[in-house]
């Protein structure tokens, strides 16, 4: 008989998959192909847009999840949906030996890897193109990962949680930085005029890609946040799983252990 847990996962993930927001709707391309596509597009300008679009608060989010690593220990770190590297090089606060940053999009990740090389972590700091619903990694190969504002963006989320459970040791830590839509009010009515009206405004004045910021609100209005997407981390296997909403709830950072 299968669990409470499994079951309710399995309804998320079929809610999930028909609510499915792709960055192009006249593409006939799957949303994996779109993503790249739209990474790679707007990669030069990413890190700058991001800085505006959150005010600068995700700097604080991402400091968060650095200390809950840190807590963990680890040797080895896997932040997967990398980007431009930001995560991955701060990643080497946590004391880890080797940080591996993995990202679909070769634009972003040339990004990456000039940022490394910036700060001189190429020693220390791994950047691998690469699907996350496909790592190119052996089972039980980290102790830690992460990854931050990106499982959204993953075409079938379930299967690239399950890649992140194998890739990882036992006990190891997961922990992941998304955006989420509050609950209450004021909250839940401030961010619905944001998301919908203002960002995609900003995307549309300074990015050459304006479906970009499109979907991005979108896609964020769409997921599976809070206790919804802790029943996907426990049924892909993970426990000990926590959601800590962060600024009024315009983003979670969640927390999970694969068993030993």
């Not at 079929?14 to 006939?28: L, N, Q």
């Not at 020693?123 to 619903?133: F, K, P, R, Y």
């Amino acid at each position: 008989m299968r669990s409470k847990n499994t079951l309710w996962c399995i309804f998320e993930k079929k809610i999930y998959m028909s609510t499915e927001v792709k960055p192009y709707k006249d593409s006939d391309l799957s949303k994996k192909n779109q993503v790249t596509q739209m990474f790679d597009t707007i990669a030069g300008e990413y890190d700058q847009l991001n800085r505006v679009i959150s005010m600068g608060i995700d700097l604080k989010w991402r400091k968060k999840v650095i200390a809950l690593v840190k807590e963990h220990q680890p040797e080895r770190v896997l932040d997967v949906a990398t980007g431009t590297g930001d995560l991955a090089v701060a990643l080497v606060e946590t004391g880890a030996k080797k940080v591996v940053g993995l990202d679909l999009s070769p634009g972003m990740l040339a990004l990456g890897v000039e940022k490394v090389a910036k700060h001189q972590l190429s020693d220390q700091v791994d950047m691998v193109l690469g699907d996350s619903e496909a790592l190119p990694f052996d089972a039980d190969s980290f102790d830690a990962a992460t990854v931050a504002f990106g499982v959204r963006n993953f075409e079938h989320l379930n299967q690239g949680l399950s890649e992140l459970f194998r890739v990882m040791k036992p006990g190891g830590l997961l922990v992941v930085l998304e955006t989420s839509v509050p609950e209450r009010f004021p909250a839940k009515q401030g961010y619905q005029v944001y998301s919908n009206y203002l960002l995609p405004l900003i995307g549309r004045i300074f990015s050459k890609d304006r479906s970009a910021y499109k979907y991005l609100s979108e896609s964020a209005a769409k997921f599976p946040c809070g206790k919804k997407f802790n029943a996907l981390l426990e049924g892909v296997g993970f426990s000990s799983v926590t959601d800590l909403p962060q600024t009024l709830g315009v983003a979670t950072i969640y927390t999970a252990i694969k068993p030993v």
